[in-house]
């Protein structure tokens, strides 16, 4: 299907126009969507719209769902449209109205295929972390039978407690990304980041070499 830049360009060049250009209205504001002069491109909406009394200007509704106005500037303010223009103007918005509701119909497309990949994404996070949480139960129940074995006074007493912190940590990672699959609501919490730094640097130092400071 043409494009708004190719139809509008097609008028204006069997008009003699000085421009071709849709326009749209919301909340009084008008934005143009498609000109004869400027190629399809992000930002053309902040056109400003022309003047009347610059260039005698020809409007047409378009007849697009949400509404839209065709409008055929002149390059001569003193030109006077013939009854024969204005048809064929009106002929033209039912491409433009066909082509505006192509290109919303493509971006609704596109947004539903986001929306599908999400979720796609969301349950195989889901899956991942579900298995991953079953791995955690598996490791914390181990690290408190050795602790129990050991005694509290074993010489790895401290190793165990962080390794127990450490799987603690990875089990609200996998909380967090459960929420994520499931849509659930984010429960909001307020974080010590000193005692957050503290665990971090303690086991970091126990992961990088002697050469590497912190």
Known sequence: SLSLHEITAMAAAALHARRVSVWREA????????????????GLSSRAFPSDAAHAALSVATGA???ALLLAEAADATRRWSPEEETFLRAVTALVARAIDA?????????LA?????????QLAGGVAHDFNNILTVILGN??????TLGPDAVVGE??????????RAAELTRQLLTFARHQRVDVRIADL????????????RLVGADIAI
Request: charged residues 40%; hydrophobic residues 35%; proline residues 3%.
């Open 65 to 67: 769902r949400g509404g």
């Open 194 to 205: 000193n005692v957050l730094t503290r665990e971090a640097d303690r086991m970091l130092r």
């Open 27 to 42: 909340a009084a504001v008008r934005s143009c969507i498609g000109a004869s002069d400027v190629p399809d491109a992000p």
């Open 114 to 122: 986001r929306a599908q990949r999400l979720d796609s994404i969301g």
């Open 103 to 111: 290109e919303e119909r493509r971006q609704l497309e596109q947004a």
């Open 143 to 148: 690290l408190e039978v050795a602790r129990e």
């Open 159 to 168: 190793e165990l407690d962080e390794a127990e912190r450490a799987a603690r």
